[in-house]
Each structure stands twice: as structure tokens, then as C-alpha cells.
């Protein structure tokens, strides 16, 4: 989906139906034409996931409860920087 969408950024949650977010953000970053696009996540599940998160490539993580502006804006940050490359 990634390939064919192209968004400016993902954000999703770690914990996931039929694949494992970690291994998400892993297919994302091993793709030339999608390791470039920012991952956000957030989960419920602590910080031990998150870090796992983060060492998978993903570009910042939240944990459950977080503050939806503090993400709003992350976010707005992220894609005004990609912008400007």
C-alpha cells in the first residue's frame, strides 16, 4: 500500500491484526521506495515497545495515554521538514 499511496508519513498503532508493527515499519525501511517515509507510532503496551519501535527504524514513538496535541504537533514538525528537503 505504502508504494502505491505514497503518503508524506505513516502513523499507526504497534499492535496490529495480522502483522506486528515492529515487522511493519522493518518491510517499510527495507524498501527503497518507502524507507524514506516518516513512522509514527503509538501503543498502549509500555516503552519497551516503542524503543523496539524506534530501533526498527520507526521515526518517533507515544505511549498510550499521550497527548493528541504534542502528536498533532510531531507530526506538523515532521512533514514541514520533509517539505523543505
Known sequence: MT???KPDAIITDLTMPNLDGVEMIKQIRSESETSHI???VYTAFGLELTESAM???????F???????????YIGALLDQSKSQ
Open 38 to 40: 516518516p513512522v509514527v
Open 63 to 73: 505511549c498510550k495515554p499521550f497527548d493528541l496535541d504534542d502528536m498533532a504537533q
Open 3 to 5: 508504494k502505491a499511496e
Open 55 to 61: 530501533q526498527a527504524g520507526a521515526s518517533k514513538g
